[in-house]
């Protein structure tokens, strides 16, 4: 319970803060994503349940915010709770090779659809180009500049919420 309610205050923060504080922070065309970077961190965290309640709630609060429909972001952070969860179970443990993997796949298909939807949908004239250049990849370098510290806010956020269960040993 506490985690639930703990986590829709945090994901307003985060969509607060990305919409009025980091959307104003610009290199080249590029911006980071908060949520994707919170997503991405929670979902590989070991001991904090993975629902899909965050994503779409995530997705409900960015597209509020944003011009571009909710479901787009639905698409891109399902996508990076997928991965992630798979990661979590599979491979890495919460390492962060992983965290940063889902970032990146993350951050270029949640952009890659953004491009595809304005070309394609609203027939902005787009070059694919000029976009990876001015956008995709200032965005990129921006979100791996605050992966750490928003990992470490996670990390500590998840811990306080979802504590790790203490083996007995008989």
């Given at each position: 319970m506490m985690?639930s309610?703990?986590?829709?205050?945090?994901?307003?923060i985060?969509?607060?803060l990305q919409s009025a504080?980091?959307a104003q922070?610009?290199?080249l065309q590029?911006?980071?994503?908060l949520?994707?970077?919170t997503?991405?961190?929670?979902?590989?965290h070991?001991?904090?349940?993975?629902s899909?309640?965050w994503?779409?709630?995530?997705?409900?609060?960015?597209?509020?915010l944003s011009?571009?429909?909710w479901?787009?972001?639905l698409?891109?952070?399902?996508?990076?709770?997928?991965?992630?969860?798979l990661?979590?179970r599979?491979?890495?443990?919460?390492?962060?090779l992983?965290?940063f993997t889902?970032v990146l796949?993350?951050?270029?298909?949640t952009h890659?659809l953004?491009?595809?939807?304005?070309?394609?949908i609203?027939n902005v004239?787009?070059?694919?180009?000029?976009?990876?250049n001015?956008?995709v990849?200032?965005s990129?370098?921006?979100?791996?500049l605050?992966?750490?510290?928003?990992?470490?806010?996670?990390?500590e956020?998840?811990?306080?919420?979802?504590?790790a269960?203490?083996?007995t040993?008989?």
């Amino acid at each position: 319970m506490m985690a639930s309610l703990s986590g829709l205050v945090v994901l307003a923060i985060v969509a607060a803060l990305q919409s009025a504080i980091v959307a104003q922070i610009h290199l080249l065309q590029g911006t980071a994503d908060l949520m994707l970077l919170t997503l991405a961190a929670w979902y590989l965290h070991e001991n904090a349940p993975a629902s899909w309640v965050w994503a779409v709630l995530a997705a409900l609060m960015v597209g509020t915010l944003s011009a571009l429909p909710w479901w787009l972001y639905l698409l891109g952070y399902g996508a990076v709770a997928v991965l992630a969860m798979l990661l979590r179970r599979r491979l890495w443990r919460g390492a962060f090779l992983a965290y940063f993997t889902v970032v990146l796949v993350g951050a270029l298909l949640t952009h890659l659809l953004t491009f595809a939807y304005l070309r394609f949908i609203h027939n902005v004239p787009l070059g694919f180009g000029e976009a990876f250049n001015l956008v995709v990849l200032p965005s990129l370098l921006l979100n791996l500049l605050f992966a750490l510290p928003i990992h470490s806010l996670v990390d500590e956020w998840a811990n306080l919420t979802a504590p790790a269960e203490e083996e007995t040993v008989p």
